[in-house]
């Protein structure tokens, strides 16, 4: 009924709180680090932008959901836009939210951890190959 609106709260959490990470990553300038004498940028990708990816996903989420909602007519263009709180069924709603809502958003959540998780990995990976450049 309404359990779009769980991600869709989430994504605008994670929206402010990637907004407020960009602007202090911008404010501090670009990073090297300095390996024997050579100096390698560092090249990991902005958790601000790893933020952006989990806003992707619950955004898509909720409006994949909001059109299904749409589609199956629980959800109306007319003011309550909810049929089930025309229906008396807010309860109903909201137990269904709390279940399938936070389910929904957790699961999302624990797929972008995973794609840190991958992503992190991977950056220090590459880190580790890079080659040295010779002594002078």
Known sequence: MACFAVPAVEAIAVTAVAYILQKKEAARSLQVVKTEGAEIEDNKTPFSKKLKWLRNLLFGGALLLA??????????????????????????????????????????????????????????????LQPHSAKN
């Open 67 to 128: 059109f299904e909602h749409v589609w199956h007519g629980e959800v109306v263009p007319w003011f309550p836009f909810l049929t089930a709180v025309q229906n008396g069924e807010a309860a109903q709603m909201l137990h269904e939210m709390a279940t399938v809502g936070v389910s929904m958003a957790a699961l999302i959540t624990l797929v972008w951890v995973g794609m840190v998780l991958v992503t992190n990995a991977l950056e220090k990976r590459a880190v580790k």
